[in-house]
Structure formats: C-alpha cells, structure tokens
Nanobody, 114 residues
Framework: VQLVESGGGLVQPGGSLRLSCVAS????????MSWYRQAPGKERDLVARINSSGASSYYADSVKGRFTVSRDNAKNTVYLQMSSLKPEDTAVYYC????????WGQGTQVTVSS
C-alpha cells in the first residue's frame, strides 16, 4: 500500500488549498478513505472521511462547512478541498486507509499564516 499526498503549502487566513492523495497497492474503489491532521504537540485527529463510492462523507465539527472531501476512483485519488482556512488549521495532513492495517501517507504541511 502506498499513499502519496500533495498540495500543501503556505496560505493566508481565509484562503484555500486542495490536497490530493494518490493511492496504490489495493483496490482503491472498495475502501473508505480518510484525512487526518496533526498539529505540533497534538494528537493526530480525523478531519474527514469518505465512503468507497463517494456518496457519503463525515467531517469533524471544526472543519464542517469549510472542507470538502471527494474522490475519483478512476484516478485512485482522494481530495480535500479546504476553504476559509484559519491559523488553527495549520498542521501536517495525512491521508489514510484501513486495509488489514492502518496505512498512512508521508503527510503534507499546511501552514495558515499572514
């Protein structure tokens, strides 16, 4: 299993970013995918999850209404569209899949600062 995130960077408060995660090594279209984030000194927390077909999603209260998770099963890719970003969204963002074990990507840094 390999998960490769991209799309992080430095953005001003109120700005937007779109993260991508390309997956390989398993049947992507059969598994829910998740985005987590970890800020310095804090635990890794679930941000959003999307089911295998993309028809259903879950969001943490802290991002509800600002973030949108989606997937393209033809491209083995899951996305996280982040809007109205706040400084407290600063973290390393990871995509993840549970496929017998929990697998993680390498993470992508998102920094929200003026």
């Amino acid at each position: 299993v390999q998960l490769v995130e991209s799309g992080g960077g430095l953005v001003q408060p109120g700005g937007s970013l779109r993260l991508s995660c390309v997956a390989s090594g398993f049947t992507f279209s059969s598994y829910p995918m998740s985005w987590y984030r970890q800020a310095p000194g804090k635990e890794r927390d679930l941000v959003a999850r999307i089911n295998s077909s993309g028809a259903s999603s879950y969001y943490a209260d802290s991002v509800k209404g600002r973030f949108t998770v989606s997937r393209d099963n033809a491209k083995n890719t899951v996305y996280l569209q982040m809007s109205s970003l706040k400084p407290e969204d600063t973290a390393v963002y990871y995509c993840s899949v549970y496929y017998s074990n929990r697998y993680w990507g390498q993470g992508t840094q998102v920094t929200v600062s003026s």
